[in-house]
Protein backbone atom coordinates (compact mmCIF):
# COMPACT_ATOMS: atom_id res chain seq x y z
CA UNK A 1 0.00 0.00 0.00
CA UNK A 2 2.94 2.46 0.37
CA UNK A 3 3.74 2.70 -3.47
CA UNK A 4 -0.07 3.76 -3.84
CA UNK A 5 -0.17 5.99 -1.18
CA UNK A 6 3.42 7.62 -2.00
CA UNK A 7 2.60 8.29 -5.47
CA UNK A 8 1.74 12.07 -5.88
CA UNK A 9 0.30 11.69 -9.22
CA UNK A 10 -1.88 9.37 -8.85
CA UNK A 11 -3.41 10.91 -5.65
CA UNK A 12 -3.85 14.14 -7.57
CA UNK A 13 -5.72 12.94 -10.12
CA UNK A 14 -8.19 11.18 -7.68
CA UNK A 15 -8.62 14.15 -5.61
CA UNK A 16 -9.47 16.31 -8.37
CA UNK A 17 -12.23 13.59 -9.44
CA UNK A 18 -14.13 13.79 -6.07
CA UNK A 19 -17.12 16.25 -6.01
CA UNK A 20 -17.56 19.32 -3.40
CA UNK A 21 -19.18 17.35 -1.24
CA UNK A 22 -16.77 13.98 -1.22
CA UNK A 23 -14.22 16.43 -1.50
CA UNK A 24 -15.25 17.40 2.21
CA UNK A 25 -15.49 14.30 3.42
CA UNK A 26 -11.82 12.97 2.37
CA UNK A 27 -10.38 16.05 4.04
CA UNK A 28 -12.13 15.33 7.11
CA UNK A 29 -11.11 11.46 6.84
CA UNK A 30 -7.62 11.94 6.74
CA UNK A 31 -7.35 14.67 9.27
CA UNK A 32 -9.11 11.75 11.80
CA UNK A 33 -7.06 8.83 10.17
CA UNK A 34 -4.09 10.53 11.10
CA UNK A 35 -5.06 11.78 13.75
CA UNK A 36 -5.52 7.85 15.34
CA UNK A 37 -2.56 7.06 13.52
CA UNK A 38 -0.27 9.23 16.57
CA UNK A 39 2.43 9.93 13.62
CA UNK A 40 5.45 11.76 15.39
CA UNK A 41 5.26 15.39 14.49
CA UNK A 42 7.54 16.60 11.74
CA UNK A 43 9.50 19.06 13.99
CA UNK A 44 10.07 15.88 16.26
CA UNK A 45 11.55 13.82 13.42
CA UNK A 46 13.63 16.74 12.17
CA UNK A 47 15.16 17.19 15.68
CA UNK A 48 15.66 13.56 16.14
CA UNK A 49 17.49 13.17 12.43
CA UNK A 50 19.46 16.16 13.54
CA UNK A 51 20.86 14.30 16.40
CA UNK A 52 21.31 10.91 14.49
CA UNK A 53 18.43 8.57 15.09
CA UNK A 54 16.21 7.72 12.01
CA UNK A 55 12.88 6.08 12.36
CA UNK A 56 13.78 3.89 9.31
CA UNK A 57 17.05 2.58 11.11
CA UNK A 58 15.00 1.88 14.05
CA UNK A 59 11.49 0.61 13.22
CA UNK A 60 11.16 -2.99 12.75
CA UNK A 61 10.98 -4.01 8.21
CA UNK A 62 7.47 -3.82 6.84
CA UNK A 63 6.84 -6.88 4.51
CA UNK A 64 5.28 -5.55 1.32
CA UNK A 65 5.35 -8.76 -0.87
CA UNK A 66 1.76 -8.77 -1.02
CA UNK A 67 1.45 -5.90 -2.60
CA UNK A 68 0.62 -6.43 -6.49
CA UNK A 69 3.46 -6.04 -9.08
CA UNK A 70 1.53 -4.44 -11.52
CA UNK A 71 -1.91 -2.38 -11.70
CA UNK A 72 -3.10 -0.78 -14.26
CA UNK A 73 -4.41 3.18 -13.36
CA UNK A 74 -7.71 2.70 -13.68
CA UNK A 75 -7.83 -0.25 -11.20
CA UNK A 76 -5.34 1.96 -8.71
CA UNK A 77 -7.08 5.19 -8.59
CA UNK A 78 -10.48 3.44 -8.41
CA UNK A 79 -9.34 1.29 -5.32
CA UNK A 80 -7.60 5.14 -3.73
CA UNK A 81 -10.66 6.64 -4.24
CA UNK A 82 -13.05 4.29 -2.83
CA UNK A 83 -10.15 3.98 0.35
CA UNK A 84 -10.39 7.86 1.26
CA UNK A 85 -14.02 8.14 1.04
CA UNK A 86 -14.36 5.67 3.90
CA UNK A 87 -12.60 6.57 7.02
CA UNK A 88 -11.97 2.92 8.91
CA UNK A 89 -10.44 1.88 5.20
CA UNK A 90 -8.23 4.48 5.39
CA UNK A 91 -7.24 3.91 8.77
CA UNK A 92 -6.61 0.21 8.10
CA UNK A 93 -4.89 0.61 5.28
CA UNK A 94 -1.94 3.36 7.01
CA UNK A 95 -1.76 1.74 9.98
CA UNK A 96 0.04 -1.27 7.69
CA UNK A 97 2.65 0.99 6.83
CA UNK A 98 6.09 1.71 9.50
CA UNK A 99 6.05 4.64 10.90
CA UNK A 100 8.53 6.54 8.73
CA UNK A 101 5.96 5.35 6.35
CA UNK A 102 3.23 6.90 8.01
CA UNK A 103 5.05 10.36 8.35
CA UNK A 104 6.06 10.92 4.47
CA UNK A 105 2.51 9.84 3.55
CA UNK A 106 1.16 12.16 5.94
CA UNK A 107 3.64 15.21 4.93
CA UNK A 108 2.40 13.88 1.22
CA UNK A 109 -1.34 13.98 1.82
CA UNK A 110 -0.99 17.51 3.32
CA UNK A 111 0.18 19.21 0.07
CA UNK A 112 -1.99 16.94 -2.46
CA UNK A 113 -4.91 17.64 -0.25
CA UNK A 114 -5.25 21.03 -2.27
CA UNK A 115 -6.37 19.57 -5.25
CA UNK A 116 -9.61 18.63 -3.43
CA UNK A 117 -12.82 20.56 -4.69
CA UNK A 118 -13.63 22.47 -1.41
CA UNK A 119 -15.92 25.12 -0.45
CA UNK A 120 -14.51 28.19 1.15
CA UNK A 121 -13.85 28.69 4.73
CA UNK A 122 -16.12 32.17 4.65
CA UNK A 123 -18.66 29.80 3.05
CA UNK A 124 -18.66 27.05 5.51
CA UNK A 125 -18.64 29.18 8.47
CA UNK A 126 -22.25 31.24 6.68
CA UNK A 127 -23.20 27.42 6.54
CA UNK A 128 -22.82 26.74 9.98
CA UNK A 129 -24.14 29.56 11.47
CA UNK A 130 -27.52 29.14 9.89
CA UNK A 131 -27.56 25.56 11.06
CA UNK A 132 -26.40 24.02 8.06
CA UNK A 133 -23.27 21.98 9.86
CA UNK A 134 -20.72 19.14 7.94
CA UNK A 135 -22.56 16.74 10.61
CA UNK A 136 -26.35 17.78 8.74
CA UNK A 137 -24.50 16.98 5.64
CA UNK A 138 -23.72 13.72 6.63
CA UNK A 139 -19.82 14.71 7.04
CA UNK A 140 -18.04 13.58 10.39
CA UNK A 141 -16.28 16.84 11.38
CA UNK A 142 -13.26 17.33 13.83
CA UNK A 143 -14.48 20.51 14.61
CA UNK A 144 -17.60 18.56 15.75
CA UNK A 145 -15.53 16.48 17.55
CA UNK A 146 -13.19 19.21 19.10
CA UNK A 147 -16.64 21.32 20.45
CA UNK A 148 -18.16 17.81 21.87
CA UNK A 149 -14.93 17.76 23.91
CA UNK A 150 -14.94 21.39 24.98
CA UNK A 151 -18.79 21.15 26.05
CA UNK A 152 -17.56 17.96 28.17
CA UNK A 153 -14.47 20.24 29.31
CA UNK A 154 -16.70 23.01 30.59
CA UNK A 155 -19.19 21.33 32.10
CA UNK A 156 -16.49 19.43 33.81
CA UNK A 157 -15.22 23.18 34.87
CA UNK A 158 -18.71 24.29 36.25
CA UNK A 159 -18.69 20.94 38.11
CA UNK A 160 -15.27 21.50 39.61
CA UNK A 161 -16.51 25.16 40.53
CA UNK A 162 -20.03 24.00 41.75
CA UNK A 163 -18.50 21.62 44.42
CA UNK A 164 -15.58 23.66 45.03
CA UNK A 165 -18.12 26.96 46.22
CA UNK A 166 -20.12 24.10 48.50
CA UNK A 167 -17.67 23.13 50.06
CA UNK A 168 -16.58 27.09 50.62
CA UNK A 169 -19.94 27.46 52.08
CA UNK A 170 -19.75 24.10 54.36
CA UNK A 171 -16.36 25.40 55.89
CA UNK A 172 -17.46 29.14 56.05
CA UNK A 173 -21.04 27.40 58.21
CA UNK A 174 -17.93 25.23 60.17
CA UNK A 175 -16.54 28.45 61.50
CA UNK A 176 -19.43 30.21 62.23
CA UNK A 177 -20.84 28.00 63.99
CA UNK A 178 -17.82 27.48 66.01
CA UNK A 179 -17.10 31.25 66.51
CA UNK A 180 -20.82 31.06 67.72
CA UNK A 181 -19.34 28.25 70.31
CA UNK A 182 -17.05 29.99 71.29
CA UNK A 183 -19.14 33.59 71.99
CA UNK A 184 -21.60 31.48 73.90
CA UNK A 185 -18.38 30.07 76.12
CA UNK A 186 -17.00 33.59 76.85
CA UNK A 187 -20.82 35.03 77.74
CA UNK A 188 -20.86 32.34 80.10
CA UNK A 189 -17.68 32.49 81.11
CA UNK A 190 -18.35 36.60 82.42
CA UNK A 191 -21.45 35.42 84.08
CA UNK A 192 -20.06 32.91 86.37
CA UNK A 193 -17.18 35.23 86.90
CA UNK A 194 -20.05 37.91 87.33
CA UNK A 195 -22.01 35.61 89.28
CA UNK A 196 -19.33 35.48 92.02
CA UNK A 197 -17.93 39.05 92.26
CA UNK A 198 -20.77 40.28 92.87
CA UNK A 199 -21.94 38.44 96.09
CA UNK A 200 -17.86 38.88 96.86
CA UNK A 201 -18.37 42.47 97.06
CA UNK A 202 -22.15 42.62 99.00
CA UNK A 203 -19.86 40.07 101.43
CA UNK A 204 -17.41 42.88 101.70
CA UNK A 205 -19.67 45.35 103.13
CA UNK A 206 -21.90 42.96 105.08
CA UNK A 207 -18.66 42.84 107.04
CA UNK A 208 -17.71 46.00 107.34
CA UNK A 209 -21.42 47.14 108.28
CA UNK A 210 -21.40 43.45 110.80
CA UNK A 211 -18.31 41.96 111.54
CA UNK A 212 -20.06 39.62 113.95
CA UNK A 213 -21.80 37.94 110.56
CA UNK A 214 -18.29 37.74 109.09
CA UNK A 215 -17.74 34.26 109.47
CA UNK A 216 -20.93 33.06 108.63
CA UNK A 217 -21.16 35.19 105.42
CA UNK A 218 -17.54 33.34 104.30
CA UNK A 219 -19.28 29.93 104.73
CA UNK A 220 -22.21 31.10 102.76
CA UNK A 221 -20.51 31.87 100.17
CA UNK A 222 -18.03 29.52 99.97
CA UNK A 223 -21.39 26.88 99.47
CA UNK A 224 -23.00 29.37 96.84
CA UNK A 225 -19.21 29.52 95.09
CA UNK A 226 -19.56 25.60 94.88
CA UNK A 227 -23.16 25.74 93.49
CA UNK A 228 -22.12 28.37 90.87
CA UNK A 229 -19.56 26.05 89.81
CA UNK A 230 -21.43 22.78 89.30
CA UNK A 231 -23.79 24.95 87.72
CA UNK A 232 -21.13 26.00 85.01
Not at 206 to 224: G, L, Q, R
Amino acid sequence: MYRYFSDATQLKAVFGSYSTLEALRVKCNIEHAIKRLNIPSAALLEQMQQEGLNLADIEPAVNNNAEVAETSDTVLRSHLRNTFLAEDKLYAALSALSLSQKSEVRDLLQVVVGYLHLPSETLLKRMAEEGLTLDKLGIKSSTAQLDTVRNKLNALNQQHNTQASLADNQLGTRDAVAGIRQRIKQLSETQLTDAIETPLKTLVQCEANDPEHAAVNVVTFAAMQEKLKAKA
